[in-house]
């Protein structure tokens, strides 16, 4: 496997002009870019994935569709991309699509794709050196999966507000806005 290399960002995530070598402590203030890509199908449920039991970093664990780390050069879409491609077998074009919205984490930023996209599981390119298995769940589902301590462990509120993040594209709840109160 190739070496991997990141770009660097400041608190206001402008680039650093510097890179960092994937496993090399980050120089202080500098920050990197993961993604997260979480596929639902048209009942709702989002493609949950069981990383590899000898992954570095929760072997063994369920995790969303797909994440991974930007790497050199990427855009956060392309690295999105990526990462579907790498650990699923999925191929999707992103080109231009934004995040669905943006957590911080204390190395960087963690921007997230919400994606409607069927997909059948006999036709993932899986089991591979990242992903033991995949399967659907639905919100309960992955919270039962949260509690018991077998789903990497994200906030509650986190995996809740990605469920009630999907289809949605900003933070406001249009239905409760007036035409004045639109930006």
């Not at 190739?2 to 070598?21: H, L, N």
């Not at 449920?45 to 000898?54: G, N, P, S, T, V």
């Not at 994440?67 to 990526?82: H, L, M, P």
């Not at 699509?97 to 921007?111: M, Q």
């Amino acid at each position: 496997m190739a070496e991997e290399y990141w770009d660097t960002f400041d608190e206001a995530r402008q680039p650093t002009g510097r890179t960092v070598q994937r496993g090399a402590d980050l120089a202080a203030g500098d920050l990197h870019v993961v993604i997260h890509v979480c596929l639902f199908n048209a009942d709702g449920e989002m493609l949950i994935q069981r990383r590899a039991d000898d992954k570095r970093g929760w072997p063994g664990m369920w995790d969303f569709s797909t994440g991974g780390s930007v790497t050199r050069g990427e855009s956060s879409w392309q690295g999105a991309e990526r990462e579907v491609f790498e650990e699923l077998g999925v191929r999707l074009d992103l080109s231009g699509v934004r995040p669905s919205f943006t957590f911080n984490f204390h190395r960087g930023f963690d921007d997230f794709y919400l994606i409607d996209h069927e997909v059948d599981i006999s036709d993932l390119a899986i089991p591979n050196a990242e992903v033991a298995e995949a399967r659907w769940a639905g919100r309960d589902e992955v919270l039962e999966l949260l509690g018991a301590g077998l789903f990497i462990p994200y906030r509650r509120s986190a995996i809740e507000f990605v469920f009630d993040f999907r289809g949605q594209y900003d933070i406001f709840d249009r239905d409760a806005l007036t035409p004045e109160m639109l930006p």
